[in-house]
């Protein structure tokens, strides 16, 4: 089979109801109904979205805290079983290899989900870097089914078909549950910047896809009321842009550290020894250059996008990801801009075609958290 | 006519990068294809050339926004353009829900149509070029 025709258990769903778009060597629905609503559903009520896609490796042994204190930049050691963190691995120039999220399935057993886009080169450096310790790296792609189930109604559409008592797992937690009868896992985690659920379905590999189709379904069902969607590619991008949330290969990769993208929050130098730890130190200690900042555009017109440059009387950065943002209905984007612009409230000037569109820097999400995403005010 | 799921109007005449020409006179009205609304999907931006702007035979005459991506919009005619349909800035959605009505871009006054009919294919040459597109 050619890289292009991999396909999730969900395919037929896919190919019956969305426009297919080849992603990272997946034929991945793009839209259902479209963008604009399936982004609105997630926002206002729930969303399912077939993450099947993305990487996933269990790693286990007795050295399996220290192998991952050692490739990852967070601090493994302070996760409970059952817990999760989100964590970049990053190269020994300090730029980022990818992220992920990290959960402690049990003492000496974790489970790391990464890009798709970057499956096989973070397991061939999870193996390669697995060598000096007594781990074992087994890659599970193709044995999980994958769910995110998105949105203020995500817990109580979830809680129809799950066994566990959802309103116990908090935030960045997982648990154990049967849905529909199957054996699964769910952690409260996303890439929406609302509250939900990333579901698992054990044991299900592609040739065998009916207990998939089957979790799916019941999702799907349990979420009519709620007015549920089911939700594209599109979608997600354009959701975890009003969040502020990375996307790997436009505004983080290998050329670019955590420290310039606002990720320090996860890189914790206190720890003895990390790939990369030597060189953010001394980017810390000197100060970075450039930062990731939003970009709300101030006028109606065409969005931002990436590669256009931001100017401010001269060439002081460029855009990563750009959109239209249905909640905002305006352009916003991401950028790498000079340290010294990375000012909220500060106004710049993005270069669209032959225009200079103004925009504002603003604080990460784009939208009013008392409002929308997981901290809402209810 | 109709092909899968595009409307094709019989009396338009249709260029290869799926705009229309509906002749009015000495003048044309251009717009997208249904089949080139369906495929960028939620417009959610239009920019056409300047009233009086020249614009030459399947050279760029503006841009077409969606959520997620950007495209150009080609003249399918020689000519000046005369009026650019001004509700498409507060609704360019227009261009999804009517695109052979209420979602026209441009008037263009025309240099020589019968030297641009040369190149634009019938609806039914149309309809044959959608159809090698959608297998």
Same mark, same amino acid.
């Given at each position: 089979?050619?890289?292009?025709?991999?396909?999730?258990?969900?395919?037929?769903?896919?190919?019956?109801?969305?426009?297919?778009?080849?992603?990272?060597?997946?034929?991945?629905?793009?839209?259902?109904?479209?963008?604009?609503?399936?982004?609105?559903?997630?926002?206002?009520?729930?969303?399912?979205?077939?993450?099947?896609?993305?990487?996933?490796?269990?790693?286990?042994?007795?050295?399996?805290?220290?192998?991952?204190?050692?490739?990852?930049?967070?601090?493994?050691?302070?996760?409970?079983?059952?817990?999760?963190?989100?964590?970049?691995?990053?190269?020994?120039?300090?730029?980022?290899?990818?992220?992920?999220?990290?959960?402690?399935?049990?003492?000496?057993?974790?489970?790391?989900?990464?890009?798709?886009?970057?499956?096989?080169?973070?397991?061939?450096?999870?193996?390669?870097?697995?060598?000096?310790?007594?781990?074992?790296?087994?890659?599970?792609?193709?044995?999980?089914?994958?769910?995110?189930?998105?949105?203020?109604?995500?817990?109580?559409?979830?809680?129809?078909?799950?066994?566990?008592?959802?309103?116990?797992?908090?935030?960045?937690?997982?648990?154990?549950?049967? /849905?529909? @009868?199957? !054996?699964?896992?769910?952690?409260? &985690?996303?890439?929406?910047?609302?509250? =939900? #659920?990333? $579901?698992?379905?054990?044991?299900?590999?592609?040739?065998?896809?009916?207990?998939?189709?089957?979790?799916?379904?019941?999702?799907?069902?349990?979420?009519?009321?709620?007015?549920?969607?089911?939700?594209?590619?599109?979608?997600?991008?354009?959701?975890?842009?009003?969040?502020?949330?990375? /996307?790997? @290969?436009? !505004?983080?990769?290998?050329?670019? &550290?955590?420290?310039?993208?606002?990720? =320090? #929050?996860? $890189?914790?130098?206190?720890?003895?020894?990390?790939?990369?730890?030597?060189?953010?130190?001394?980017?810390?200690?000197?100060?970075?250059?450039?930062?990731?900042?939003?970009?709300?555009?101030?006028?109606?017109?065409?969005?931002?996008?990436?590669?256009?440059?931001?100017?401010?009387?001269?060439?002081? @950065?460029?855009?990563?990801?750009?959109?239209?943002?249905?909640?905002?209905?305006?352009?916003?984007?991401?950028?790498?801009?000079?340290?010294?612009?990375?000012?909220?409230?500060?106004?710049?000037?993005?270069?669209?075609?032959?225009?200079?569109?103004?925009?504002?820097?603003?604080?990460?999400?784009?939208?009013?958290?008392?409002?929308?995403?997981?901290?809402?005010?209810? | 006519?109709?092909?899968?799921?595009?409307?094709?109007?019989?009396?338009?005449?249709?260029?290869?990068?799926?705009?229309?020409?509906?002749?009015?006179?000495?003048?044309?009205?251009?717009?997208?294809?249904?089949?080139?609304?369906?495929?960028?999907?939620?417009?959610?931006?239009?920019?056409?050339?300047?009233?009086?702007?020249?614009?030459?035979?399947?050279?760029?005459?503006?841009?077409?926004?969606?959520?997620?991506?950007?495209?150009?919009?080609?003249?399918?005619?020689?000519?000046?353009?005369?009026?650019?349909?001004?509700?498409?800035?507060?609704?360019?959605?227009?261009?999804?829900?009517?695109?052979?009505?209420?979602?026209?871009?441009?008037?263009?006054?025309?240099?020589?149509?019968?030297?641009?009919?040369?190149?634009?294919?019938?609806?039914?040459?149309?309809?044959?070029?959608?159809?090698?597109?959608?297998?």
């Amino acid at each position: 089979m050619s890289k292009a025709e991999r396909v999730t258990h969900l395919y037929q769903f896919h190919k019956q109801n969305a426009k297919i778009v080849e992603f990272a060597g997946f034929q991945m629905p793009i839209w259902y109904k479209g963008i604009i609503p399936e982004h609105m559903a997630v926002r206002t009520r729930v969303g399912i979205f077939d993450i099947t896609h993305m990487g996933r490796v269990i790693i286990s042994g007795a050295k399996s805290e220290a192998f991952l204190n050692y490739v990852i930049t967070n601090d493994a050691s302070v996760l409970t079983p059952l817990s999760a963190q989100y964590s970049v691995m990053c190269n020994e120039s300090g730029g980022i290899k990818d992220d992920f999220v990290v959960s402690k399935l049990e003492q000496e057993r974790f489970l790391m989900v990464y890009n798709a886009a970057n499956r096989e080169k973070d397991y061939q450096w999870l193996v390669q870097n697995a060598k000096a310790f007594e781990v074992k790296v087994e890659d599970v792609s193709d044995n999980i089914a994958m769910f995110a189930v998105q949105g203020p109604n995500a817990q109580p559409t979830l809680q129809k078909v799950a066994d566990a008592d959802l309103s116990k797992i908090e935030r960045f937690k997982c648990g154990w549950t049967k /849905l529909a @009868g199957v !054996d699964g896992f769910v952690s409260r &985690t996303g890439y929406t910047g609302e509250d =939900g #659920f990333e $579901v698992f379905v054990w044991n299900t590999p592609l040739a065998d896809p009916e207990s998939a189709i089957k979790v799916w379904n019941a999702i799907m069902k349990a979420g009519e009321e709620f007015g549920i969607e089911p939700c594209g590619l599109g979608a997600r991008d354009t959701l975890r842009l009003e969040a502020g949330m990375c /996307l790997y @290969g436009n !505004d983080i990769d290998e050329t670019i &550290t955590p420290l310039e993208a606002g990720l =320090g #929050f996860v $890189v914790k130098l206190k720890k003895d020894s990390f790939i990369g730890r030597d060189a953010l130190s001394k980017q810390k200690a000197e100060g970075i250059k450039r930062k990731r900042v939003g970009l709300r555009m101030l006028e109606k017109g065409p969005s931002p996008r990436p590669q256009q440059e931001v100017w401010k009387d001269s060439k002081i @950065g460029y855009v990563t990801s750009g959109t239209f943002s249905p909640l905002l209905e305006c352009g916003i984007a991401m950028a790498y801009v000079g340290v010294e612009h990375a000012v909220e409230g500060g106004t710049v000037a993005v270069k669209v075609r032959d225009k200079d569109l103004k925009a504002e820097v603003v604080r990460f999400p784009f939208y009013d958290p008392t409002k929308y995403g997981y901290a809402r005010q209810k | 006519m109709r092909v899968s799921d595009y409307e094709i109007p019989d009396k338009l005449h249709y260029s290869k990068e799926h705009e229309w020409v509906r002749l009015e006179g000495k003048e044309a009205v251009v717009g997208i294809t249904d089949y080139a609304q369906k495929q960028l999907h939620e417009i959610v931006y239009v920019e056409v050339q300047k009233e009086g702007s020249e614009v030459k035979q399947f050279q760029t005459m503006g841009t077409l926004e969606s959520v997620k991506s950007v495209s150009d919009v080609y003249s399918p005619v020689t000519g000046k353009i005369t009026k650019v349909n001004k509700e498409l800035t507060d609704s360019p959605e227009l261009l999804n829900e009517d695109p052979y009505e209420k979602g026209w871009l441009a008037k263009i006054n025309l240099t020589d149509f019968k030297k641009d009919m040369e190149k634009l294919l019938t609806a039914q040459q149309y309809a044959d070029y959608i159809k090698t597109k959608e297998t």
